[in-house]
């Protein structure tokens, strides 16, 4: 790929064409990753710090229970809040709020309805997404470059044939300043139980969204001199 600092001046006897090449691709999802908070509330320190423990290894013995259907699991933020009481004076504590907040991702959208189902249904756990994703080496991204420098490439030899010439060289092929898409897209849904139930609800049934990927190029060619 040569600079524009070392991209020869266009001349009548090597004329310049430059051309932009796009692509624009819908494919199905890789990973879909949702968000899980366990919490707990009581008016002694360390009997929510207890409720919150248990809670805790429940949701991770669940989550690990899909075996290699989840591809990572990953503990983010641990709080314990104190409620200060609203009446009264002093440092007056009327109960503890205590919340661990975890992140998982799977592969395995077969079982991914029945995990948020029943993670749902788990005491005072919040679970929201989820977002659907690529992965960051996913063959899409190649496939949309690819296709982008082939309608280049394209796009340039129609404006050479157009001029009765052909293309003779590329010069210049470069990827052009596009906003990065989103990491992960979709549709969130959110849900929080503070109890659990004797019967277990039928797993939702979730759809993954299909992700857009985008690439766009430009190139700079040099022509056969053409006979106007």
């Known amino acids: 790929m040569t600079t524009p600092h070392s991209t020869p001046h266009p001349t009548p006897e090597a004329p310049h064409v430059a051309v932009r090449g796009e692509a624009r691709l819908d494919v199905d999802p890789e990973i879909a990753r949702i968000a ?3 919490s707990a509330r009581g008016t002694d320190r360390a009997a929510t710090l207890t409720d919150l423990t248990r809670r805790n290894a429940h949701t991770l013995d669940l989550v690990k229970s ?20 609203k009446h009264g ?14 992140t998982v991702e799977l592969s395995d959208f077969t079982t991914l309805g029945e995990l948020t189902t029943r993670l749902a249904d788990s005491d005072l756990t919040r679970v929201d997404g989820p977002w659907w994703a690529l992965r960051p080496d996913s063959p899409a991204y190649a496939e949309a470059r690819h296709t982008a420098v082939t309608e280049a490439v394209q796009r340039a030899r129609a404006y050479a044939t157009a001029l009765g010439t052909t293309l003779t060289a590329l010069l210049e092929l470069s990827d052009t300043d596009l906003p990065a898409p989103p990491a992960l897209m979709g549709g969130t849904m959110r849900m929080a139980f503070a109890a659990e139930t004797t019967d277990a609800p039928p797993p939702l049934d979730l759809e ?17 001199p053409p006979q106007l």
């Open 36 to 38: 899980i908070t366990v």
């Open 66 to 85: 899909y075996g290699e259907a989840v591809e990572k699991l990953e503990t983010g933020a641990f709080s314990i809040t104190p409620e200060p009481s």
């Open 89 to 102: 004076r002093g440092e007056r504590i009327r109960a503890y709020q205590g919340r661990v907040h975890l």
């Open 208 to 224: 993954p969204q299909r992700q857009t990927v985008t690439a766009e190029v430009m190139a700079r060619f040099t022509m056969a």
